[in-house]
Structures are given as structure tokens and as C-alpha cells.
T-cell receptor
Framework: GENVEQHPSTLSVQEGDSAVIKCTYS??????FPWYKQELGKRPQLIID?????GEKKDQRIAVTLNKTAKHFSLHITETQPEDSAVYFC???????????FGRGTSLIVHP | SAVISQKPSRDICQRGTSLTIQCQVD?????MFWYRQQPGQSLTLIAT?????????ESGFVIDKFPISRPNLTFSTLTVSNMSPEDSSIYLC?????????FGEGSWLTVV
């Protein structure tokens, strides 16, 4: 089955800095890669996703890149703000199957 | 995306007892899932709740411990049976939509 590795497990940055979270996957059939943000005491919420026919996608301060050959994808957050502090999960799935395999999560701490 | 409601949102349970969690969706959905998130951990799929038939369990999860019902396309229940402190977790209902899944607000269970 699919295996998703996520690094780092904890990331501490100063407000205004950029943050990068990296994930690798093992199944070359995976073609859909969502990212979830989970604030303390709340549910995981989808923040951005990318499909394998696209190399990069941006949404305001958030961007995701995908390298299919190397089987890795990354989340980039620019101009970080304290409200970006949360646990971020990457995931990989075969589009249409719905069931993603999740990474272990990255706890992002943004210091004001 | 669909609105997913879970009850209870939080509970403290005695060891050896069982608790049933309810999940209600505001529209008909084909795919419903139950996840467990142990403290500080990632999201682990317990089972896929199939409408009108037995749930499909992931490795490490069994029907006797986590019986699931899915009487229609908008409702499902998960029972955590004979609870022990190791069952203290967040239990999340989720539904498929588009290419990905969306989570309910979760049920936070503490077993004492």
C-alpha cells in the first residue's frame, strides 16, 4: 500500500518568515495530493490540493509543488502569521478512491 | 462541501463501557468513513461505512471492537466497545466529496 513520509515533525519560525513542509510518497499510481490544517481542538480542514498533471498551485500565501519523478510534494507558506500555527498533514491518494494515506503531521509554530 | 455533525462532541467514559458516536450529514453521500486520531498522532482509518452492508475494516480494527452502522446515505454510527484508556482518542466521521474527504468536528473521548 501507499506510504507517506512527512518532514519535519516540528517547525518553528518567526512571524513573516517562510515555512516549508515536505512529503514523499511510495505509490506511483497516486495522483491526488491534499493538504489539511488542524488547529488545536478542531477538525482537519482541507487548505489546498494538487493533482499529478500540475506541478505547482498557489492560493494567496500558500503554494504546493509536486515532483512526480521524485515522488515528493511540498507545502510552502510565505509571510507566516501566528494564525498559521497548527498541525499540517499531507496526504496521497488515487483520485476517485477518496481514501487518502496521511503523513504523520508537522506542528508549525509561528512566533510573533 | 457537506455539513457533517457528530454527537457527542466530548465525553468521559468509564473503562469497560461502550459508547456510540453518531454522524449526520446534511446531504446524501456515497462514501462515509471513520477515523481515529490518538493524542498527538496522525489520522488512522478505522473503516469505510457501507450503506446497507457490513463496514469494511482496516488492518488492526475489528467489528467486535468497533461496530458500525450505516442505515442510509446521510447517517452512520460508530460504537467503541469495552473501552480501555488506550481508546482515548478523537474519533472523526468523514465523507467523500470531489477527489478528497471532509471531516466532521470529531468526538473527543477520554477513558478513565
Amino acid at each position: 500500500g501507499e506510504n507517506v513520509e512527512q518532514h519535519p515533525s516540528t517547525l518553528s519560525v518567526q512571524e513573516g518568515d517562510s515555512a516549508v513542509i515536505k512529503c514523499t510518497y511510495s505509490d506511483s499510481a497516486s495522483n491526488y495530493f491534499p493538504w489539511y490544517k488542524q488547529e488545536l481542538g478542531k477538525r482537519p480542514q482541507l487548505i489546498i490540493d494538487i493533482r499529478s498533471n500540475v506541478g505547482e498551485k498557489k492560493d494567496q500565501r500558500i503554494a504546493v509543488t509536486l515532483n512526480k519523478t521524485a515522488k515528493h510534494f511540498s507545502l510552502h507558506i510565505t509571510e507566516t502569521q501566528p494564525e498559521d500555527s497548527a498541525v499540517y498533514f499531507c496526504a496521497a491518494s488515487i483520485g476517485g478512491s477518496y481514501i487518502p494515506t496521511f503523513g504523520r503531521g508537522t506542528s508549525l509554530i509561528v512566533h510573533p | 462541501s457537506a455539513v457533517i455533525s457528530q454527537k457527542p462532541s466530548r465525553d468521559i467514559c468509564q473503562r469497560g463501557t461502550s459508547l456510540t458516536i453518531q454522524c449526520q450529514v446534511d446531504s446524501q453521500v456515497t462514501m462515509m468513513f471513520w477515523y481515529r486520531q490518538q493524542p498527538g498522532q496522525s489520522l488512522t482509518l478505522i473503516a469505510t461505512a457501507n450503506q446497507g452492508s457490513e463496514a469494511t475494516y482496516e488492518s488492526g480494527f475489528v467489528i467486535d471492537k468497533f461496530p458500525i452502522s450505516r442505515p442510509n446515505l446521510t447517517f452512520s454510527t460508530l460504537t467503541v466497545s469495552n473501552m480501555s484508556p488506550e481508546d482515548s482518542s478523537i474519533y472523526l466521521c468523514s465523507v467523500g466529496g470531489g477527489n478528497t474527504i471532509y471531516f466532521g468536528e470529531g468526538s473527543w473521548l477520554t477513558v478513565v
